[in-house]
Structures are given as C-alpha cells and as structure tokens.
C-alpha cells in the first residue's frame, strides 16, 4: 500500500479471507491488517481526498459524504454477516501501517474487552412514529366554517389542542411501553435523541429512537416481538431496522477514534 490507511473496523482474526470483490471507500479494496492478535480492516485512499486539510473540505460535500458513508457501511455490513466487528468512526485515517498498529496497541484493552462483551451479538433499531394528521380530521373538515362568535372559536381551538394532546400522550405512551418490553428482551438498549423529519425524511413526527443489542441466534424472536406491536396503536408507526454491528454500544470514545489525519 502506498497511499493513506483508512480503517472501517477492527475485530477478532477471521476464518476466512476478506472477499476478494469487496470494495470499500474510493472503490479500494477492504484488506486485513493483523496486529497483537487483532484485525483491522483498512484500505488505502489517496492522500489528495483524505488528508486532514482535504477531509476538512469534502466533509461540507454531502454528496461525497453521502458516499463514502454507503462505501463504509457497505464493509462493515459484509463483515457483520462473518464475524463481530467494533466499527470506527467515518473517515478514520493514518498515515501508514505503523500508525494503524499503534492505534491497536493505546486501545488493545478496550477492543479486547469490547469485543467480548459484543461477541455473536448484533444491533436492532426500533423508531417509533406519529403519523401526519390526515387532511379529514375534524379540524381540517371544519375550516371553511367561520365560528359563529369568539366564543365559539375558542371552544374549537381547544377542542383541538385536547386532542392534540391526547394523540401525543398515547404515543409517549405506547412509546414507553414498547421500550420497556423490548429493553426486556435486549442485553442492553439505548435511548437516542428523536430525529429531525426535516433532516431525516421520514414522514411524522419521531417520538421512540432506540436500539438494542440481541444476540444473534435470538434475533428472529426479537423481529416477532417487534411485529406483535406494530397494529397496537392506530395513528403511529414502528419501524424496525437492522441486524447491524453494534455501533450504539462500542463504548467508542469520540476523540480516541479520530485517526491520525496527516
């Protein structure tokens, strides 16, 4: 390899051989690195795109970005189907070989010991949904009607904050309920913040952002469980993703994994 190491994850040696078609990050292939008994996987990038300076500027390009996050995720999501990776931050990069090494080695302690806790387990995420309010409720039925007088203006207006109020109570509640049976299930769960519909798309509001770390052979029972629910509460969604690595309980630090951008 002659040009900067970028390096997606780090796991135990594997049975077998990366494939030989898996690319990762600038269309270069995933390769392992074996060091004190630990893998990392790395390709090499060039310099010119991901040197400090570079990645300062193309980290404000959200078409690259966007891209290199697929080509990341596309590595680790293959090394998920054979074995337990403890993936790295995006746009984690050294200089060279040596530098991947010593990465290793200040943070042998805690890939070990990650690794274990997180061995033959991966990660189920679970969002929970209002629905968008459908244009023939009550509300929106009634606009074209002027009130009759103030008074009743302010009974129709509060009518509706009543019942926007209810609608939201029952989904914190469901919500609720819904974490505390699948945290049951789970060996651990995280709480996230809810997501922003303008910068996620989906559609309703997010009021349950969570994940759950399940063993692997326990997962199908985990999908049934999360299915059981889905026609509980009319007016809401869940929607569940996954099996991926367990990112939400790597118990990565965020400025141990910034790499050494050159």
Known sequence: MTGLRYVYAVCRPLGAPLQAQL???????????????????????????F????????????????????????????LTVVTTPLPLRLATVFRDDSGVRAMIESREEHFRRTLERLQGRVEWGVKVYVEPERSEEPAAAGAGRRPASGRDYLRQRRQESRAHEGRWQRAETFATRLHGKLSAFAEESRLHAPQNPALSGAAGQNVLNAAYLVPRAHSEEFVELVDRTKDEAPGLRVELTGPWAAYSFAGENPEGDAGENP
Do not use: F, M, N, Y
């Not at 040197?51 to 680790?76: K, N, P």
């Open 23 to 49: 690319t990762g990050v600038a269309g270069a292939p995933a390769k392992s690195l074996t060091h004190h008994g630990l893998v990392a996987v790395v390709s090499e990038v060039p310099e010119r795109d």
């Open 51 to 78: 040197s400090e300076e570079a990645l300062r500027a193309r980290l404000e390009d959200l078409d690259w970005l966007a891209a290199t996050a697929r080509a990341h995720q596309g590595v680790i999501d293959a």
